[in-house]
């Protein structure tokens, strides 16, 4: 099934999960659209078999804590950050398999805020509150590269489709930015900085488009820009949800590129066509702030999470693409 703006409005809620006792903080599609993993604030990680909307595991990782969780390159081994402990902001590799840290990788000296996947090898990136952004290997326990970023609000950060380039997105008082760098020589600093328009804001997460042209950039504002990953142009902005908390509301596109979609303060989602920004849908399904929406990378499936706990899994109502 082709997506379409009337694909997008038949979409409705398949299957609700009231696992978590807690907000689901993070979720993440593994590549091949298999599984689906969350993070919460109950302390938990669910493992959901996407094909069944089944939970298949469930561990706890009480000591620590657990968000920005993140699937690595095998669909049962995960990286997420530390949530409980005051000072300790490890982040950690987890086997879900045997429920056994792999890994700690520690440096951050205050909460991690981002944290992203290389698509194409064992590497990762986080960001935190301490002022940096650190370059990580699955094999090794110290960071490979660390990246001053003082005076700015805490960065979001992404690598590109290719994981030749990762960027970070930050603003300070006066300032937005986006910078790019090269992963073959990231220390020399960003081989490019976009200055965007607009007050301060705080950047909580960023996303190529699948083929690298584009960069999406939500934040704690009521806007969700699109700009371009080449010269910095601004592309589109979408608006119509509703973010007066300034929360960390989550966006993403969907695997073709065409659409946007980000949840709202109201328990709505909303998808957008990228390149002009008209919305074309608004999803029902929470009751309570949707936080975190994204797309599977292979299926006609969406999945969302909001500040009431729930789990929402959705896909086009039978018969509805052609309304």
Known sequence: MKLTPQTLRA???????RDNAKPINALDFFHDGSMLVTSSDDESIRLYNCMEGKLQK???????????????????????????????????????????????????????????????????VSASRDSSVRLW???????????????????????????????????DQTTRAVRLYDMRSYAKGPFTTFRLSGPPVAFHHLSFSND?????????????DLIDAFDGNQLATYRGHSNAGGLMLEASFTPDGQFVLSGSDDGTVHVWHAATGREVAVMQGHANAATSVRWSPTHMLA?????????CLWIPRLGGAGA
């Open 11 to 17: 979409m409705e809620v398949a299957r609700v999960r």
């Open 58 to 124: 469930l561990v706890y990782s009480r000591k620590y804590g657990a968000c920005h969780v993140r699937f690595t390159h095998h669909q049962l081994s995960i990286i997420c950050a530390s949530r409980n402990l005051s000072n300790d902001h490890s982040l950690r590799y987890l086997s879900l398999h045997d429920n056994q840290f792999l890994r700690y990788f520690h440096g951050h000296t205050a909460p991690v805020t981002a944290l992203e996947m290389s698509p194409k090898e064992d590497l990762f």
């Open 137 to 171: 290997d699955l094999r090794q326990e110290a960071a490979l590269g660390v990246l001053s970023v003082p005076n700015h609000s805490p960065p979001a950060v992404s690598f590109d489709p290719e994981g030749l380039i990762f960027a970070t997105a930050m603003s």
């Open 212 to 224: 690298g042209k584009t960069i999406l950039l939500p934040s704690t504002s009521d806007a969700i």
């Open 303 to 311: 999945a969302s999470a909001c500040t009431g706990s729930l789990l």
